[in-house]
């Protein structure tokens, strides 16, 4: 084992939320507006979901799914928008097109579409975040087990979702960091990335992470 | 660590603690002014009481001033403030003038602090004009708003985007109220102080006090909506809820408590209003507080079964937070902040009618263990969404982001 890689410092995070006053109520609208719209709309609707004052949706994973589903009532739409996995795009405008295409697609298909009413418009929002330190290290694997349950929701979200768009590779930090140690942990990482994060709200994401670092650490090797 | 933080940190945990220091060092020496139209009453007013001495204790220069206005002054502005929510609203010539006159006057008393100052943050419609009279500011100014503007008088509107337009920034509460504006607009919902004397935890003692002291039956259900006296909170479609509620439960009791603001010049005319639909049922109790009765509010929410606030507008809707910090199911009307905060069975329930609003009111009054897990699960998610350490950091970041507008990542170490 590698006695050379660096602590895994922990971070923490915030998004700050900056609304661009554009919204959507049609279908027609919602396609034309996201097409020129800011790219960080699309971090933030995509991802920023974990860190907003709401109770998670256990069906549709990005905002423009769950709008097209509880506005739009259209869940053809929603289901096509739902599945799209944003770590399988190297670039936002790319993750961008494909939305667009998915839409595109729809707008063949119907020849009508329900509007919204204004307060339940479509609103594009961007984000950014504001990344702080915190006082906590993590000197060796193993100490994974006692950090990770202490760490904050919004650490959870820096560190493993966020992180996937961070990296090249679509890993969370905490993968990255274990792969320092050369091979040992390949079994671990392989097990972390099995996590689906979007069916879960952050508490209970950090839970399932505890989880199986617990049975890697301790319960797989008693 | 100032015994100030320490006492949030208590509440809220180390972490936000943390993120408010790093915020803060970044900023040492930046004078920050906060500016609005009442030193108390109301929520903007309640906010600022505490977010001054946070922002203090953390090392920051900060300060709060307060324009003066006479009584036409605020008429003209609560027609600003109606006109905002949506109220096709008239406003004279002669009105704006005073509205212009009133600015400029508060302008050059202010000059010496605004002019130099980093970060001016302006509350509301009644100082926003304030920004003509500073064309060499030094500062970035941002306009906060803390009403739903989603649907304004567009008379009004044009009339106010013109100095609107003028500032760095605009804060909303909800993206649903943002208008569009040529400089960035964030979004930054408001917040409640969980340490103030209208939230802290309160002896039992204290709560049996509000029953004698109001004629309140402590055995029987008990509903209340605690709002100012204005018509968009719609105190009469409460009364109509508790009627046709009290058909299915005849010993249920109403509270209506509210107080006016110096700068509402309405409320005595809606609570006449209020006082006539009531007819003298003696369930309903129909309060008038002084403003500065936070520990009989607290005391009064604390009390309740279920917390009513059923707006027709609304921008953000603190009382809902306030009820909910107490573990209380709220009844909130389906518009502005409230649907941020109230969500179905989880915190409580969204209505649209004063018979939606019974129908949840015998609900709730039902099925006593529903009331308990929505009270539960409303508190922590006051707890992490909006309590006043959340909103302190978002104002820091915002301040940071200004001055940092190209970044889609800022990282303090």
Not at chain 1, 94 to 117: G, M, N, Q, T
């Amino acid at each position: 084992m590698s006695t050379t890689t660096s602590p895994f410092l922990v971070k923490d995070c915030v998004l700050s939320t900056i609304s661009t006053g554009e919204h959507a109520g049609t279908l027609i609208e919602f396609r034309d507006k996201l097409a020129t719209i800011h790219e960080g709309c699309i971090y933030h609707h995509f991802w920023g979901g974990h860190l907003r004052p709401a109770f998670i949706d256990p069906e549709y994973h990005n905002d423009f799914a769950a709008w097209a589903h509880h506005t739009l009532h259209d869940d053809i739409l929603a289901e096509r928008l739902g599945i799209i996995d944003p770590t399988e795009f190297s670039d936002i405008e790319l993750l961008r097109r494909a939305v667009l295409e998915v839409i595109e697609e729809r707008l063949d298909e119907r020849e009508f579409f329900y509007w919204s009413k204004k307060q339940d418009h479509f609103h594009f929002v961007r984000s950014k975040i504001i990344i702080f330190s915190t006082p906590f290290q993590i000197a060796a694997p193993f100490d994974l087990i006692n950090i990770v349950p202490t760490m904050s929701t919004h650490s959870i979200f820096y560190h493993f979702i966020d992180a996937k768009r961070r990296s090249p590779e679509g890993l969370d930090d905490f993968s990255i960091w274990l792969k320092s140690f050369g091979q040992d942990y390949d079994d671990l990482i392989h097990k972390l990335r099995l996590i689906d994060p979007y069916f879960f709200s952050l508490v209970e994401l950090r839970k399932e992470i505890v989880k199986i670092i617990t049975n890697y650490f301790i319960k797989d090797k008693s | 660590m100032t015994d100030m933080l320490h006492d949030y940190k208590a509440v809220v945990g180390e972490g936000v603690i943390n993120q408010l220091h790093q915020i803060a060092d970044a900023l040492k020496g930046v004078r920050i002014v906060h500016v609005n139209s009442t030193p108390q009453g109301g929520g903007v007013a309640e906010i600022l009481e505490k977010l001054i001495p946070l922002s203090k204790a953390l090392g920051l220069d900060a300060r709060w001033e307060v324009i003066k206005g006479d009584s036409e002054f605020f008429q003209c502005t609560k027609n600003f403030h109606n006109a905002l929510q949506g109220k096709r609203t008239l406003i004279s010539d002669s009105a704006l003038r005073k509205y212009e006159e009133i600015n400029a006057n508060n302008a050059e008393i202010l000059r010496p602090i605004l002019q130099d100052a980093e970060i001016v943050f302006i509350h509301d419609q009644q100082p926003a004009a304030l920004i003509n009279h500073f064309p060499e500011r030094k500062g970035k100014w941002i306009w906060r708003c803390h009403v739903d503007a989603s649907n304004p008088d567009r008379h009004v509107w044009r009339y106010l985007r013109e100095s609107i337009v003028k500032y760095d920034a605009s804060i909303f509460s909800l993206d649903d109220f943002a208008q569009k504006l040529p400089h960035p607009i964030y979004l930054i919902p408001p917040s409640i102080d969980p340490l103030s004397e209208k939230n802290m935890e309160l002896p039992p003692e204290e709560i049996a006090l509000i029953y004698p002291r109001f004629n309140i039956d402590p055995q029987r259900p008990m509903i209340s909506q605690i709002s100012r006296f204005d018509r968009f909170k719609d105190p009469i479609g409460v009364i109509q809820a508790y009627q046709l509620a009290k058909k299915f439960k005849p010993d249920l009791q109403l509270v209506l408590a509210g107080g006016g603001a110096p700068d509402d010049p309405e409320g005595d005319i809606i609570l006449q209003e209020v006082q006539s639909a009531a007819k003298e049922d003696p369930d309903i109790h129909i309060l008038f507080l002084p403003a500065d009765s936070h520990r009989t509010i607290n005391a009064l929410q604390r009390a309740s079964d279920i917390i009513i606030q059923k707006s027709t507008k609304e921008g953000f809707g603190l009382t809902v937070t306030e009820g909910m910090w107490k573990k209380k199911p709220v009844i909130g009307g389906n518009v502005g902040g409230i649907r941020l905060q109230v969500v179905n069975y989880h915190t409580g329930f969204l209505v649209n009618t004063p018979e939606g609003a019974a129908n949840r009111i015998r609900y709730l009054l039902q099925y006593p263990e529903k009331r308990q897990a929505i009270g539960e699960t409303g508190k922590q998610f006051v707890k992490e969404n909006f309590l006043i350490t959340r909103h302190l950091v978002d104002y820091l970041t915002l301040m940071v982001t200004l001055m940092r507008p190209d970044s889609h990542s800022i990282e303090f170490n």
